[in-house]
């Protein structure tokens, strides 16, 4: 009882949470992607919205890549930060462009995806993810470098 009345929030409980949204969202997101990602292998002519003066195909080609190939990244967590950005440009276009005339209803759904990625931007992918485990290589060879060029 004592745990859920303290005020402290231990780094495990956080990273285990992040890992749990990480997965949930992701693994969600890959839902509403792979029919697009088979809509855009298709030989049937592309029915997508043509937004900001791209094609459909276009349109159709980024959207695929924020929820397949962004989701994926945030999956396993690698480069969580970076993989979240082209999915809350995608939500904020979904929300307010696409649905921008519709009920809240309708601008619901990519609300509610968008507050996930907003946060795993702000707070990156905790120590259950790739990221963590690069993350020694990566400073690594980042000091190396740094030596190297002093």
């Known amino acids: 009882m004592k745990k859920l009345i303290n005020l402290y929030q231990h780094t495990k409980n956080t990273d285990i949470a992040l890992l749990v949204v990480r997965v949930t969202v992701a693994g969600l997101m890959l839902a509403h992607g792979l029919p697009k990602l088979e809509m855009l292998l298709s030989s049937d002519p592309v029915k ?4 900001f003066g791209l094609s459909a195909a276009s349109s159709l080609a980024l959207a695929v890549f924020s929820e397949v190939i962004c989701s994926v990244l945030i999956l396993v967590g690698l480069g969580t930060r970076l993989a979240a950005i082209p999915l809350i440009i995608t939500m904020l276009i979904a929300a307010f462009y696409v649905h921008g005339a519709d009920p809240f209803a309708k601008k619901e759904p990519a609300i ?7 946060m795993l931007l702000l707070t990156g992918s905790g120590k259950y993810a790739l990221d963590h485990l690069l993350r020694p290589r990566l400073l690594q060879a980042a000091y190396v470098r740094r030596l190297s060029m002093e």
């Open 48 to 51: 997508f919205s043509a937004l």
């Open 112 to 118: 509610l995806y968008l507050i996930p990625y907003v």
